[in-house]
């Protein structure tokens, strides 16, 4: 960590470091585009070009726009911290934001002729989070953290697979852009999960508690979540990717197993990124499922999506933000425990419920989206003026 000790002015607080913009950002925007989605699915209101229907904007902007933005916030804090060099502040921080903001509004003006703009501007957002990224990692040679970085460079490249299929270029570029960017951002869930929950566990609960971990699970259940996703994008219902998926459930149940605490659920900021990985776990479960017992693709897609990501990323954004504005993440807002129960119980709506009543399927996703939106409205308004202004404790970041 940076040890510097002057006081820090207040005005520039908000452009100081990646979690701010990018985290305030982030959940306005997972308010602003799920009520854009809900009117389009309970009404067909959209305002985009006919190029791009509605369920691929969703799907590219929940992806490549809301969880992009999380991992930029969380990148650009966390590789401060790993290498003690100074990442993205200040106008060139604004400058990416905005960048970011720009491809996420020109869609929604509905002009096809702004379309390729939109994908430029988007891509060059990857590109250039790639390289902000890089560069302080490759001072400080930090080379363990590549395999993060690389991550970056490789949802660039969905992304442009993405959008050349949107143009008609790549056949299928479209869904193999969509599902290689949403593995990728599970993959760096995944990661952080490993490196982070058993920590986090361990120093959270109020008695001794040790994680156990082994290096062949480990090591097993990377190799088989790469196979698994390559298995999905070549032959989605295969029973080679059935095969994987459930050899993922049991690995993923059997780490959730030896990271389990009882006292874990009197936490709220534990309980929820404990669950969101029991989400993710479930995911595999109902990804087999879908191909051995035909049940809906698109439950396992949101078991791994509203449930895992979604749970994963209002938790450790909930807990960054304290830690990195002086306050202390044992003693989180009281409303969180209210919070992540609006997210939990729409998780159960939108993955649970329609497995037993698909006749009702339009009104749970509904429910699904009102929680979703009362979860990260009520975050935003909680956390925003955490964000914006300098830390309590009077150091910079």
């Not at 001072?139 to 590549?146: F, S, Y």
């Not at 969101?276 to 087999?288: D, E, P």
Request: net charge positive.
């Amino acid at each position: 960590m940076l040890n510097i000790e002057e006081p820090y002015p207040h005005k520039t607080a908000f452009l100081q470091l990646g979690f701010r913009p990018f985290f305030a950002a982030s959940m306005a925007f997972a308010v602003l585009a799920i009520m854009a989605w809900m009117l389009f699915y309970l009404n067909g209101w959209s305002p985009l070009s006919t190029r791009y229907p509605a369920m691929l904007w969703h799907a590219h902007e929940m992806i490549f726009g809301y969880a992009m933005a999380v991992v930029a916030g969380f990148l650009l804090t966390a590789i401060r911290n790993w290498t003690n060099l100074p990442t993205l502040n200040n106008s060139p921080l604004l400058g990416l934001l905005l960048l970011w903001l720009a491809a996420r509004l020109l869609p929604l003006s509905g002009a096809e002729a702004l379309l390729p703009l939109a994908a430029i501007l988007d891509l060059g957002f990857g590109l250039l989070l790639f390289f902000a990224a890089l560069w302080p990692v490759a001072r400080a040679r930090q080379w363990k953290q590549a395999g993060i970085v690389s991550k970056l460079l490789l949802m660039f490249a969905a992304n442009l697979a993405f959008y050349l299929g949107l143009f008609g270029v790549l056949p299928d570029g479209g869904r193999i852009g969509l599902y290689a960017g949403f593995y990728l951002i599970l993959a760096l869930i995944l990661t952080m999960i490993r490196r982070l929950i058993p920590f986090f566990i361990e120093k959270g609960l109020d008695q001794p508690f040790q994680a156990k971990n082994n290096r062949w699970l480990d090591i097993a259940s990377l190799v088989l979540f790469v196979l698994f996703a390559i298995a999905d994008l070549v032959e989605p219902y295969g029973q080679l990717t059935a095969i994987l998926a459930i050899s993922q459930f049991f690995l993923h149940a059997v780490r959730l197993f030896n990271w389990h605490h009882p006292a874990l659920w009197k936490k709220p900021l534990l309980w929820a990124i404990y669950s969101a990985y029991a989400w993710i776990t479930l995911g595999f479960l109902l990804k087999a499922l879908s191909i051995w017992a035909g049940f809906s693709p698109f439950i396992a897609v949101h078991s791994f999506a509203y449930g895992g990501i979604g749970m994963i990323t209002l938790g450790m954004m909930t807990r960054v933000a304290l830690g990195h504005t002086g306050r202390n993440v044992f003693a989180p807002p009281p409303q969180l425990g209210a919070i992540f129960l609006l997210l939990s119980l729409g998780a159960i709506f939108r993955i649970v419920v329609p497995i037993f009543d698909s006749t009702h399927y339009l009104w749970w996703v509904a429910i699904a989206q009102v929680f979703w939106i009362l979860a990260f409205a009520a975050t935003l308004i909680i956390y925003l003026p955490m964000l914006i202004r300098a830390r309590i404790d009077g150091r910079p970041g």
